[in-house]
Nanobody, 120 residues
Framework: QVRFVESGGGSVQAGGSLTLSCRTS????????MGWYRQAPGKQRELVAG???????KYADFVKGRFTISRVSAKNLVRLQMNSLEPEDTAVYYC??????????????WGQGTQVTVSS
């Protein structure tokens, strides 16, 4: 059974930093691209960052060099280091395996997500 457990969110002021973690089970992340997504109230879920199984990285335009995605395959763990946070980054953050096109994800199941709230 595929599972995602996200953690590390919180409330910070603009300019602050957070590191999100995603623990996965039920599949080996070494063979999949992994992605961080976010969903703000009233908006669709969107890809924030993706890391392919051959280490190609994709960031959404709004990241602008502020975030870093990484993977610890031995622990089936994916991280997202977020710096210079802005109020517009407020959302629930999720992870999933991402397809090579970056346009879709592999698994229908999602974790509970982790809330990130950035105040101005």
């Amino acid at each position: 059974q595929v599972r995602f457990v996200e953690s590390g969110g919180g409330s910070v002021q603009a300019g602050g930093s957070l590191t999100l973690s995603c623990r996965t089970s039920g599949f080996n992340i070494s063979f999949f691209g992994m992605g961080w997504y976010r969903q703000a109230p009233g908006k669709q879920r969107e890809l924030v960052a993706g890391l392919s199984n051959n280490d190609t990285i994709k960031y959404a335009d709004f990241v602008k060099g502020r975030f870093t995605i990484s993977r610890v395959s031995a622990k089936n763990l994916v991280r997202l280091q977020m710096n210079s946070l802005e109020p517009e980054d407020t959302a629930v953050y999720y992870c999933n395996a991402v397809m090579s096109s970056w346009r879709s994800h592999w698994f229908d199941s999602w974790g509970q997500g982790t809330q990130v709230t950035v105040s101005s």
